[in-house]
């Protein structure tokens, strides 16, 4: 299963988009360890015990990162945000 659908249907992170579903779009970037991944396309299995951040992650209790604040051109603000706060 990927990576974005454990996110999406089971933990409810909604954040993530779905977009292509090939990795050419970045819809549905997260990252992991730090770095950028495409989660349509990672195995869940892969990522096991190692640090997964969403958009969701990147805001602290009331206080959104300063790239959430301050608001994205791209037609999909998450995967802008997350490439961008790697
Ligand atoms: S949904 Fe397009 S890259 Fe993952």
Do not use: Y
Request: aromatic share 2%; with cysteine.
């Amino acid at each position: 299963m990927p990576l974005l659908w454990v996110l999406r249907d089971l933990l409810n992170l909604t954040g993530t988009k779905f977009g292509c579903g090939v990795a050419a779009c970045g819809a549905c970037t997260v990252r992991v360890q730090g770095q950028a991944v495409r989660s349509c396309v990672v195995p869940v299995g892969s990522v096991a015990g190692k640090p997964v951040q969403t958009i969701e992650g990147l805001a602290t209790r009331g206080k959104p990162h300063p790239l959430q604040a301050a608001g994205s051109p791209s037609r999909c603000p998450s995967a802008a945000i997350a490439r961008a706060a790697c």
